[in-house]
């Protein structure tokens, strides 16, 4: 998949090439962030650009047309059932929907970067969808079963590719906006889900989150109503989104709120024996507990509770989170993401992985993500740190050894899973008002921005020490 961006802030003329792991590098204000968070929320089921496109197509108001959409709702209405092939409806219609979410971009951009002044007027996005078979093998996979009211169903079941729509009770009693909102939202969920399960985004201010959470119990306890279930999270919610800077960060926290209002140990293990993948989640969980923070995260209670706190447990005692490191602060949420979350196809967006990382911790985490992709969740990631496109670099080489196993022996984790080959990955280099792809057919990365600095450094060292030289 190729995203075209023209007059997005700082990048006027980009083409972006989609792997399961990118990397955007280059000075700050080059346009990385808000890239990412632009393609996150374009092609990201539950993105505000999802949400916008659904509302515009309820109201009529997008100028797609998409003709079985209209023969679906007028066969619900008239006779009470109807189906839909989204392999064809995918084929014929599935580029064209996703540039009409890239069409209205200029009007979800300035909630998604949380720039509502910025003039976005001159900003295009496009999308050429390179859809092959294994994608679209992902139609048959998927499950669906939706309601609304108990009048309108949605089902589709795994191994075809046929969505049946039907009513039980009188449809006719439903706005026709019901009806259409309904229809449009399981199909056009289709298509997301065939590109990514679920979009989460963690955004530079993840680890200020904390201090929130900690005050979750008293936020709760002060809501109207408030009984003894969670049954005021939605408020909850809505209180948090009055107080969020911009669209990735209210997603961040009101995942993160979610996990720990919700999360379970036993319900994943119980989710995981139906979904043997996400036993690896929960084995890359600890991983990233034992490798990288040297310590455990968890809930201070196994079972949901406006008491729960996060606790981070190292030899000799345990740790409120706000009294723990920085880098654990910001690596705990990619725990709780994986031990409570994570799906199969997810895509993780990682505003700079590497705050407040030791060097070592940035390479360390490099495999780490590594092992997440060959795990099946895309990551997005934006980043300063030449450790982690240098040791990006050395993952790429190691998959080309003729014995990765053996290759994977002098890598930090020591794990063959870590391993990338270069074809899952995508590092694009943002500057002068562009980005361009810098990892070439070798697998090496040539990115001048630090190679010009480094070199800087050197010569003032070089033209300082000849004249302490010549006046000594």
């Not at 679906?72 to 929907?97: C, H, P």
């Not at 039907?166 to 259409?180: D, F, Q, V």
């Not at 800077?245 to 961040?252: A, E, Q, W």
């Amino acid at each position: 998949m190729k995203i075209s961006i023209r007059n997005l802030g700082p990048v006027e003329n980009a083409e972006i090439a989609l792997r399961p792991l990118t990397i955007f590098v280059g000075p700050s204000n080059a346009g990385k962030t808000w890239t990412a968070n632009a393609i996150a929320n374009l092609l990201g089921l539950f993105g505000y650009g999802w949400l916008e496109y659904l509302n515009a197509f309820k109201e009529q108001k997008t100028s797609e047309n998409y003709p079985v959409i209209e023969t679906i709702i007028e066969e619900l209405s008239r006779k009470g059932n109807s189906q839909v092939d989204l392999l064809t409806f995918a084929e014929r219609y599935g580029e064209m929907y996703f540039d009409g979410i890239a069409r209205l971009a200029q009007d979800w951009l300035p909630t998604v970067i949380g720039a509502p002044v910025t003039n976005f007027k001159q900003t295009q996005l496009q999308v050429t969808v390179d859809y092959t078979s294994e994608k679209w093998d992902k139609l048959a996979e998927l499950k669906v079963k939706d309601q609304v009211g108990g009048v309108l169903r949605a089902l589709k079941e795994t191994g075809n590719t046929t969505l049946y729509f039907y009513t039980e009770g009188e449809a006719s009693n439903l706005h026709p906006t019901i009806i259409r909102e309904f229809v449009a939202r399981n199909i056009f969920a289709a298509l997301h889900r065939c590109l990514y399960a679920f979009v989460w985004p963690f955004p530079t201010e993840r680890s200020g989150f904390f201090p929130q959470l900690e005050q979750v119990g008293q936020l709760l306890r002060g809501l109207p109503g408030y009984g003894s279930t969670m049954q005021s999270y939605a408020d909850l919610t809505e209180n948090l989104k009055r107080t969020m800077v911009n669209f990735p960060i209210t997603i961040y926290q009101g995942w993160m709120t979610t996990a720990l209002l919700t999360g379970t140990r036993v319900q994943r293990e119980q989710q995981a024996r139906q979904e043997p993948e996400i036993n690896e989640y929960l084995r890359l969980a600890e991983i990233l507990e034992h490798d990288l923070l040297g310590g455990k995260v968890d809930f201070s209670t196994p079972e949901p509770s406006i008491e729960r706190r996060i606790h981070f447990s190292i030899p000799g005692g345990a740790l409120g989170i706000n009294a723990a490191s920085s880098a654990v602060k910001e690596l705990a949420p990619l725990v709780f993401y994986l031990r409570y979350l994570a799906t199969e196809g997810d895509l993780v967006v990682i505003d700079e992985p590497e705050m407040n990382l030791h060097p070592e911790a940035q390479v360390r985490l490099v495999e780490f993500l590594g092992m997440m992709v060959n795990a099946g969740i895309n990551v997005m990631a934006t980043t300063h740190s030449p450790y982690v496109v240098d040791h990006l670099a050395n993952l790429i080489a190691g998959a080309r050894h003729p014995r990765p196993a053996e290759a994977a022996e002098h890598f930090f984790l020591k794990r063959e899973a870590a391993l990338l080959s270069q074809a899952q990955v995508a590092v694009y280099l943002f500057e002068k008002g562009t980005a361009h792809s810098i990892l070439d057919e070798q697998g090496d990365i040539d990115w001048g921005t630090f190679g010009r600095v480094s070199d800087r450094i050197s010569q003032i060292y070089f033209d300082v020490l000849d004249v302490v030289g010549a006046v000594e």
